[in-house]
């Protein structure tokens, strides 16, 4: 069976301490719940998380759904938010991790990304070298999320046309948007192959659309 890979980049910098990353784990909890009960998803959805603030941490590399475990999700008091070492390691695990297509096999769908962060790149000449690197990568979709009123949109949108926001990063929203991230994840699946254009969802109304 062919994998989708699908990857989740999270900003764990000193200002989601508390209620923000206790959120986020409650989020993608119930994000791997929803996607346990699929079926398909559960043949073919391989999800890794890697974290990024100072440090970019793998909390673990592509594995299938039942075999998930979610480690502790911790955050440093303060600190620097490396959003352009986190896409480098983003594109070391791509290369070493999803298997590629030749003449004689059929490798992996191609990968889904989703990139939250609260704050801006403070690598900003990283993040500028890695980001025409990964948007040359074969990733099926590049969603952002903006998360909170300090979230600076302009460097996401130099990533992907499909940044959205979220105003408020409370259990709910959270939630919400895991649950919309689990749907997406969902639609991908069952697109796979027969379409180039993933057409996705409506996000619910605590996610705003960034034109």
């Given at each position: 069976?062919?994998?989708?890979p699908?990857?989740?980049?999270i900003d764990?910098?000193?200002?989601?301490?508390g209620?923000?990353?206790?959120?986020v784990?409650?989020?993608?909890?119930?994000?791997?719940?929803?996607?346990?009960?699929?079926?398909?998803?559960?043949?073919?959805?391989n999800?890794?998380?890697?974290?990024?603030?100072?440090e970019?941490?793998?909390?673990?590399?592509?594995?299938?759904?039942?075999?998930?475990?979610?480690?502790?999700?911790t955050?440093?008091?303060?600190?620097?938010?490396?959003?352009?070492?986190?896409?480098?390691?983003l594109?070391?695990q791509?290369?070493?991790e999803?298997?590629?297509?030749?003449?004689?096999r059929k490798?992996?769908?191609?990968?889904?990304?989703?990139?939250?962060?609260d704050?801006?790149?403070?690598?900003?000449?990283v993040?500028?070298?890695?980001?025409?690197?990964v948007?040359?990568?074969?990733?099926?979709?590049i969603?952002a999320?903006a998360?909170?009123?300090?979230?600076?949109?302009?460097?996401l949108?130099q990533?992907?046309?499909?940044?959205?926001?979220?105003?408020?990063m409370?259990s709910?929203s959270?939630?919400k948007?895991?649950?919309?991230?689990s749907?997406l994840?969902?639609?991908?699946?069952k697109?796979?192959?027969?379409?180039?254009?993933?057409?996705?969802?409506?996000?619910?109304?605590?996610?705003?659309?960034?034109?």
């Open positions: 069976m062919r994998r989708l699908v990857y989740l980049l764990t910098s000193g200002s989601m301490k209620e923000p990353i206790e959120s784990k409650v989020g993608v909890e119930s994000m791997i719940a929803t996607l346990r009960q699929d079926p398909y998803a559960l043949e073919t959805v999800i890794s998380i890697i974290t990024y603030d100072r970019v941490k793998v909390l673990f590399p592509l594995t299938p759904l039942e075999d998930i475990q979610l480690p502790d999700i955050t440093p008091d303060s600190g620097p938010t490396h959003t352009g070492a986190a896409l480098e390691k594109c070391e791509l290369d070493a999803v298997t590629l297509s030749t003449s004689d490798g992996d769908w191609m990968p889904l990304l989703f990139i939250m962060t704050g801006h790149p403070s690598d900003v000449m993040y500028n070298q890695i980001v025409p690197i948007k040359k990568k074969k990733i099926a979709s969603i999320c998360a909170g009123m300090k979230a600076k949109i302009e460097p949108k990533l992907t046309d499909q940044v959205y926001s979220l105003d408020t409370d709910t959270f939630k948007f895991f649950k919309w991230v749907d994840i969902e639609v991908g699946n697109s796979v192959g027969a379409t180039e254009d993933l057409v996705l969802p409506p996000p619910p109304e605590e996610v705003n659309s960034i034109i």
